[in-house]
């Protein structure tokens, strides 16, 4: 079974353009809910799926159970666009080739939810959301913190990534 860890913000917001971040994984994948604009985004639902990494758990099962959940929350939300982040570089085969997976479950779910699908890299979201394509991920939390308004830090790293790339998703005004 897969856990939820969930901070609903909003939810009870009307929306007319909802944008889901998600940051793939197969373990842990963060995702956030959030509309408005770049200048004035609202967060309605962000946190973390997760499944057990250290489990013997096949993995088409740990796929099936994050499609599910993720379905749950697109039925909930409704969400008209989809940012994914974009893979890179993996030392680990194993972990690239699970991640590819999971993330392609994703893009097949989103799409035939009626989503507009596209995604970004760690550069992209460095570039626009700090100005510089080789921000640390202290600076990129900071950054999202500010432009959303919080009060702290938002955690765990994978949704606070998930939050940068829906927000990314966002149009400018």
């Not at 604009?37 to 099962?61: N, Q």
């Not at 035939?112 to 992209?124: D, F, H, I, R």
Request: aromatic fraction near 10%.
């Amino acid at each position: 079974m897969t856990t939820f860890q969930t901070t609903t913000v909003l939810s009870k917001i009307p929306h007319h353009f909802m944008t889901l971040g998600i940051d793939p994984g197969t373990a842990t994948v963060g995702y956030a809910f959030v509309s408005g604009s770049k200048k004035a985004p609202i967060i309605h639902d962000y946190g973390v799926l997760t499944t057990d990494a250290r489990s013997k758990e096949f993995m088409p099962d740990r796929l099936v159970e994050l499609a599910e959940d993720l379905e749950i929350l697109i039925k909930k939300y409704n969400p008209t666009k989809v940012v994914l982040e974009e893979l890179f570089f993996f030392r680990n085969v194993t972990t690239v080739i699970s991640v590819a997976q999971s993330r392609g479950m994703m893009v097949y779910l989103t799409r035939k939810s009626g989503c507009e699908v596209s995604s970004a890299t760690p550069l992209q979201l460095k570039q626009t959301l700090c100005g510089y394509g080789r921000a640390t991920k202290k600076q990129m939390q900071f950054m999202i913190q500010k432009v959303f308004k919080l009060e702290s830090i938002p955690k765990p790293d994978d949704a606070a990534d998930a939050l940068a790339l829906a927000w990314y998703g966002l149009p400018q005004s």
